[in-house]
Structures are given as structure tokens and as C-alpha cells.
């Protein structure tokens, strides 16, 4: 439990321990309800305070890296986050929101390669944006250390959904921010790409995709 959300249940039941009292007190019914009322609509109950928390992702602060075994070498490579942002609730794991990958912006160093990997793999002219779209959060973030946490949701891939869990290690670090690491393979030949393999050169058939980025939770915007 949260020191704020500690907080909030100890005001909760200080409050309605007053109601209790001054109803006990008067003996009367109509005080107690009008009474228990305003407490209502002052104190949210706990279940709706400290739980909402939202985490947007800084582009500039952001690095996806993916890596492709090949014939005598590895292919490395990088894209550029276009927009992240996640909201979550702690009591009950549903998240939304989106992160945004730039798919025009893949780059291996080659020219040549990435020429091809742009028109016949991704078809990035046509599907520009690779998207995940969160559902669910699977474990808790630690007041400090490092907690190891999963997000499920739908990666959206060359126009097409898959369904995907992501396994992030969390990091919090002494000013508050939480340093977030994320390590998945993408079976992409199997989600319908094309395979990029020729006679005499030979790649694996899932790519490595490797995520770095710093955030700082927030208190979700309210929608009251």
C-alpha cells in the first residue's frame, strides 16, 4: 500500500468514526444521513483515490533498439518513438493509451538494407506507425529497488493486431523516476511480413527488439 493511499483510507475512517460519534450523540437519524452524505461526496472512498497513475514516455528519452541474427553476421538496428502514454489503475491492473513507433524511421546503417526492409518487409509508405495498445498490468512497482512488472496488450504491425505481453523491468531511481527495460522477440514472418532470406543469406525468423526509456508515474487527470 502507498504512503498516500495509507493516508487517504486513515482519513476515511477518522471521518466516519465522527459521523459515527455525532449520530450516537444526537440520535438523530435525518444529522447522521445528511451528515454521512457530505463525507460521501468530500472523501472519495479509497478504492477511487491514489489508484489511477498515468506514465508518458519521452521520444528523446526513448531508444528501441532490435537486433536480426543472419548468415556470418547480425544485423543492428533502431526505431524512434513517436508518442507514449499509459494510464493504469493499481487496484485493478486495466491500463490504456498507446505507444506510437515511428516505422519509417527503422535504420541499420545500410542504405541498401534499409531501402529493402522499408518497401518490401515493413512497407513502412504504407503502414507508417507500429503501435502497441496496452489492456492489462500484471504486477506492482516497488517504493524502491527493482520490480519486475507485465503489460498485455495488441501490437498493431503492419496493419495487422497481435495479441502480446510485454515483460518490463522497472527500476525506480532516488529522484522518483523509473528507469523501464523491456526485451521481446517478434515472431514477424509468423505475423504475415515477408521473409527477407535469399539462396545464400539466411535470417532468423524473429527480430529482438530491446526498449529503454525513463518515465515519472503521475496522478491520472480525473474525470470528475
Not at 521520444?59 to 538496428?77: E, R, S
Not at 529493402?116 to 524502491?144: D, N, R, Y
Not at 496488450?153 to 502480446?164: F, T
Not at 529482438?208 to 526509456?213: I, L, S
Amino acid at each position: 500500500m502507498t504512503p498516500l493511499r495509507h493516508l487517504s483510507e486513515k482519513l476515511w475512517r477518522t471521518a466516519f468514526r465522527f459521523v459515527h460519534w455525532y449520530a450516537y450523540h444526537t440520535r438523530r437519524a435525518a444529522r447522521f444521513v445528511l451528515l454521512a452524505a457530505a463525507v460521501w461526496f468530500l472523501l472519495p472512498s479509497p478504492a477511487l483515490r491514489a489508484q489511477a497513475s498515468s506514465a508518458t514516455l519521452d521520444p528523446a528519452a526513448t531508444n528501441i533498439d532490435f537486433t536480426l541474427g543472419a548468415t556470418l553476421h547480425t544485423v543492428h538496428g533502431s526505431f524512434k518513438l513517436k508518442s507514449g502514454k499509459i494510464q493504469f489503475d493499481a487496484s485493478t491492473g486495466k491500463a490504456s493509451g498507446a505507444l506510437i513507433i515511428d516505422a519509417t524511421s527503422g535504420d541499420t546503417g545500410n542504405s541498401g538494407r534499409d531501402h529493402k526492409m522499408h518497401k518490401e518487409i515493413l512497407e513502412s509508405a504504407k503502414f507508417p506507425e507500429i503501435a502497441f495498445t496496452p489492456a492489462q498490468v500484471s504486477g506492482a512497482i516497488a517504493p524502491q529497488g527493482t520490480s519486475q512488472i507485465e503489460v498485455s496488450g495488441v501490437m498493431r504491425l503492419h496493419g495487422q493486431d497481435h495479441e502480446i505481453t510485454l515483460p518490463i523491468s522497472v527500476e525506480r531511481a532516488p529522484d522518483g523516476a523509473l528507469h523501464i527495460t523491456s526485451k521481446i522477440a517478434v515472431p514477424y514472418i509468423k505475423w504475415g511480413l515477408k521473409n527477407p532470406s535469399t539462396f545464400v543469406l539466411h535470417v532468423s525468423d524473429t527480430v529482438n527488439v530491446e526498449v529503454h526509456a525513463t518515465v515519472r508515474l503521475m496522478p491520472a487527470a480525473s474525470s470528475h
